[in-house]
Nanobody, 125 residues
Framework: QVQLVESGGGSVQSGGSLRLSCAAS?????MGWFRQTPGKEREGVAA????????IYADSVKGRFTISRDNAKNTLYLQMNSLKPEDTAMYYC?????????????????????WGQGTQVTVSS
């Protein structure tokens, strides 16, 4: 199984930006970003196909977040702009075997088989 390591989290004020990275130890196919706060289920944020031509976003982040990948570097990114306090969470990257064109499947945690340890994002008002 591929190993995933997230980085780039931190504390930022509302309206600020952060860029998360996820380094993979090898080949990955579909990839996604998820986030989770204590007591809540893991929420799908964005997903991307192997070649990067297809992306899916949760409604809560559309227009503010951008998912991208550099396959030569085995790295996944999440550019987060116009951050809000409600974006505060632990962010995880994940790798799967299939890219689903439906947002329900691509943003569902059960679709993915490999997970990183997470990086904390805190947005203050």
């Amino acid at each position: 199984q591929v190993q995933l390591v997230e980085s780039g989290g931190g504390s930022v004020q509302s309206g600020g930006s952060l860029r998360l990275s996820c380094a993979a130890s090898g080949y990955t196919y579909s990839m996604g970003w998820f986030r989770q706060t204590p007591g809540k289920e893991r929420e799908g944020v964005a997903a991307i196909s192997r070649d990067g031509s297809s992306t899916i976003y949760a409604d809560s982040v559309k227009g503010r977040f951008t998912i991208s990948r550099d396959n030569a570097k085995n790295t996944l990114y999440l550019q987060m702009n116009s951050l809000k306090p409600e974006d505060t969470a632990m962010y995880y990257c994940a790798s799967g075997n299939i890219f689903y064109r439906s947002s329900y499947d691509s943003l569902r945690a059960g679709t993915y088989h490999s997970w990183g340890q997470g990086t904390q994002v805190t947005v203050s008002s």
